[in-house]
């Protein structure tokens, strides 16, 4: 029963559409701000890498914390360790755009893009696990039924 909530509900079509949409919009934008910025290959580099570790992090940790609130086993090792790359990645971040030479206005832009990138990545997390719990039987057979 740990497996299968009574509270999950599967997600509406709207919000997942809606989590889609702000990931891959938070990702695009984020990229082609790359792209065009004036700056170097190696810093252009460095945001790249500070976004995808964010990403896999924020994922990771949503998964992480979901899973010990449905009673599945979670080391505090691993969780800790969530917590510390999704924290490590946005200070990474910060001061990456705190010594960069971008005008304010950039330095926003980069900043809320990897911020609705990594809320959109939880929320795409979320509504994936609940429409594959949502299409779960609610008491799984120990052996594959034959068919």
Known sequence: MANH???SVKPTAA???ASWAALVLGIVSFAVGLWNAEMAKSEKGFFAAV???GLFAAVSLQKSVRD???GLPVSA???GLSWSVVALAVLMLVVGLWNSGMVLSEKG???LAFAMTLF???AVQKNVRDAMQDRMPA???PYPIAG
């Open 5 to 7: 909530p009574s509270s």
């Open 15 to 17: 919000f997942v559409g």
């Open 51 to 53: 976004i995808v570790l």
């Open 68 to 70: 010990r609130a449905e």
């Open 77 to 79: 090792l691993y969780l």
């Open 109 to 111: 832009f980069y900043g």
């Open 120 to 122: 959109a990545a939880v």
């Open 139 to 141: 008491y799984p057979t």
